[in-house]
C-alpha cells in the first residue's frame, strides 16, 4: 500500500482547503440584516420570505446575511446563493418551521443550494430542526422516536465549490442534518450538532459523491452515523467520493461513529479520519459496501472509540471494527474494500472486529497496527449477532459467537501489534483469538 504516495496526497489536499479557512472578512463584506427586510425574529411569525429578500439582495454584491439579535427566526425553505456570507450570530436562532405545507420539495431541506461556489454559513448562533414535532410517537420497545410521514433535512448543498460551514450550533434535527452532494473543496470547522440520541435517521455530516473535503474540530451528538461517506444512487454525474479528510472530532450516536457506506454506487477513495473521539456509537469503526463501487486508499488513525448494542431497532450491534462487503441484493454487482490501514485505535466494546466479505463479496489488503480492543459486556440487550444489513442476500442478522477478530473471504490481511483483552464480566461470553475462514497470506506480528 503505496502510504507516502496517499499522505502526499493528503497534504496536498490539506493546502487546497486551508485557502478556504479564511473567507472575507465582515468588515469587507456589505451587510444585509434580514430585520431591515421585513424579519420579525419573534418566533411566531414566518420569515421566510423576509430572510430569502436578504438572501437575493446579499447575492448581488457577494454580501452577508445576519440574522441578529436574540431573536427566533421562524422559517421554511431558503434557497442560499453563491459569494454570500449566510451568518447567524450568537444568541440568534433560526427555528425551523413544522408545517408541511411551507416545504414545496420535501427533498430541498431547509438551507438548500444548487452550484452555489463560494458560499459560506457562520456564525455563533443556532439552527433548530425541532424534531419533537416531527415525530409521531415513542415506541418504549425500540427505544426511539417514529417520525411523522414528512420531516426536513436542515442542510442539503448540491454542487457547490468553495464551500465554508463554521461555528454554527445545529440542533433537533429530525432528518439528516448536513447533506452535500456533490460539492468540492469545502471546509467544515468547529460545527456542533446537538441532536436526540433516540431519533432515528438524523445523521451528523454526509458528504455524498464530494471531493476535497475537510471536516475538524466538530462535536456532534446524533441518533444515526455521525460522519459518513456516501456515494448514491441517482448522483453519479459528480463522481466519486475522495480527497476526504477528518479529523479532531468528538462523537456520541447510536449507530456509527465514522463511517463510509452504505451508500457506494461509485468508488470512495483517498480518505483520512484520524484524532477522533467516539464516546458513544453501535460500531466504532465502519466500512459497510453493498454496491458496485470500491471503497480503498483508506486510513483510521489516533482513533479512540466506544461500542455498544443497542435495541433492537438499530443497526450495529457492538462491532468494535466492522469492514463488511455483503451485495445489498441478489442482482448486486458487488465492488471491493481494498488497501484499508487502522493504526494506533484503541477501543472497548461489546463486540468483534469484522473483516468481512460476504455473500461472493471479498476484501483485501487490511492492515491493523496497533490496535488495542477490550472485548467487555455492560448492556441488557441481547449479543451474539453479526449485523450484515442491509442485504436481502444471505442472513442479515446473523448469530454468530463473539471473538476477538472475525475475518472471512478476504485476502493478505496483516494484524501487526493487534491484542484483544477480554474484561472480567465478559469472561465466559466471548473470547479474545483470531478467527478466519477462506483467508491468503494472514500475517500476525
Partial sequence: MTYARRDALRLSTAALVGTLAAPLSAASRKTFDARSFGAKGDGRTLDTAAIQR???????V???????????????????????????????????????????????????????????????????????????????????????????????????ADLVIRDLTFARAPHWTVHLVGCRRVLIDRLTIANQLDVPNCDGIDPDHCQDVEIRNCRITCGDDAIVIKTTAGYERYGPSRNITVRDCVIETQDSG?????????DIHDILFERCEIRRSSRGLCIQLRDAGTVRNIVFR?????????????????????????????STRIGTIRDVLVEDVTGRAENSIRIEG??????????LRKVHVTLDRWTRYRGG??????????????????????????????????TVAVAPRARGQVSDEVRSEDTTALVRR
Fill in 54 to 60: 436578504t438572501i437575493d439582495a446579499a447575492a448581488q
Fill in 62 to 160: 457577494g454580501g452577508r446575511v445576519v440574522l441578529g439579535g436574540s431573536a427566533r427566526y421562524l422559517t421554511g425553505p431558503l434557497t442560499l446563493a453563491g459569494g454570500i456570507d449566510f451568518h447567524i450570530e450568537r444568541h440568534a436562532t433560526l427555528c425551523v418551521s413544522t408545517d408541511p405545507a411551507h416545504y414545496a420539495d420535501p427533498l430541498a431541506g431547509v438551507l438548500g443550494a444548487r452550484g452555489a461556489h463560494g458560499l459560506t454559513l457562520s456564525g455563533a448562533g443556532t439552527i433548530d430542526g425541532r424534531s419533537p414535532a416531527f415525530m409521531e410517537r415513542y415506541d418504549a420497545v425500540g427505544e426511539w422516536w417514529i417520525p411523522k410521514p414528512f420531516r426536513p433535512r436542515l442542510v442539503v448543498l448540491a454542487d457547490c
Fill in 358 to 367: 460476504l455473500n461472493g463479496a471479498r476484501v483485501s489488503d487490511i492492515r
Fill in 385 to 418: 449477532l453479526f449485523d450484515n444489513r442491509p442485504t436481502n442476500v444471505g442472513v442479515a442478522l446473523e448469530p454468530h459467537d463473539t471473538v476477538g477478530v472475525n475475518i472471512r473471504h478476504a485476502d493478505r490481511v496483516t494484524l501487526d501489534d493487534v
Fill in 302 to 330: 489516533q482513533i479512540r472509540f466506544v461500542a455498544q448494542y443497542f435495541a433492537d431497532p438499530w443497526w450495529g450491534r457492538g462491532e468494535a471494527i466492522s469492514f463488511t462487503a455483503v451485495p445489498r441484493t441478489a
Fill in 258 to 266: 465514522l463511517k463510509i457506506g452504505t451508500e457506494t454506487v461509485q
